[in-house]
């Protein structure tokens, strides 16, 4: 049972440069969320997912776009990535809004 | 809205202490209550959770209280190990379904032999 992955698992982005995060859970989760972690920080949700093809913004969505076609997959887009978006981000999913989440392994993020 | 505030770190302990970690949260109602853990360089994982007033959650030696009254759900252990060295979430997930889960900053614990 894979649970929730995320590729890559590390890049590094030059200023300007696009890329996309993949997130897929093979658990039939309703919910899926993307965090980034700022070093020594909490999370902060970017966006998040209630079932495919529904998504709304977290609490700092600026500069990342998402989308939900299927339940399984929840990529993430950075547009235009600057150095601000230097961070760790996890993927995780839940089977309900009130039910635990279950993490992927993250994708480390630099941007030059 | 939510909120949730956890005791600052670092935490350092000798192998054998007892843990405390304090958290106590803000919301409306009766939220789920979480205690995750993360380990280096990999995701957070769910330690023990507790879902109304008065349940305790427990896993591996680690306990931890839904306090209705106090708002608190503190994370305690009896005896520490080395390998409990991480990082612990305090989290909450409130009542509405809404799927907007709130997590505490994170505290550091370092258990040396």
């Known amino acids: 049972n894979a649970g929730v992955t995320q590729t890559p698992k590390f890049r590094i982005l030059k200023i300007g440069q696009s890329m996309t995060l993949q997130c897929a859970q093979d658990m039939n989760h309703n919910y899926m969320y993307w965090y980034r972690q700022d070093p020594g920080m909490g999370l902060k949700l970017i966006y998040y997912?209630?079932?495919?093809?529904?998504?709304d913004k977290g609490e700092v969505p600026n500069g990342y776009n998402v989308s939900r076609s299927t339940t399984e997959d929840f990529p993430l887009r950075l547009e235009l990535a600057a150095p601000s978006q230097t961070s760790v981000y996890f993927c995780?999913?839940?089977?309900?809004?009130?039910?635990?989440?279950?993490f992927g392994q993250g994708t480390r993020l630099t941007v030059v | 809205g939510n909120s949730v505030t956890q005791m600052e770190g670092p935490v350092t302990l000798s192998e054998e202490a007892f843990l405390t970690i304090n958290c106590t949260y803000t919301?409306?109602?009766?939220?789920?209550l979480f205690w995750y853990v993360q380990y280096p360089g990999e995701g957070l994982q769910l330690l023990l959770k507790a879902t109304k007033a008065d349940d305790k959650g427990s896993n591996k030696g680690f306990e931890a209280t839904y306090r209705k009254e106090t708002t608190s759900f503190h994370l305690e252990k009896g005896s520490v190990q080395v390998s409990d060295s991480a990082v612990y979430f305090c989290?909450?997930?409130?009542?509405?379904?809404?799927?907007?889960?709130?997590f505490g900053d994170g505290t550091t614990l370092t258990v040396k032999p």
């Open positions: 995780a999913s839940s089977y309900t809004g009130r039910t635990e989440a279950f």
């Open positions: 989290a909450l997930s409130p009542n509405t379904n809404a799927g907007k889960s709130t």
């Open positions: 997912s209630v079932g495919a093809g529904i998504t």
């Open positions: 919301a409306t109602g009766y939220p789920s």
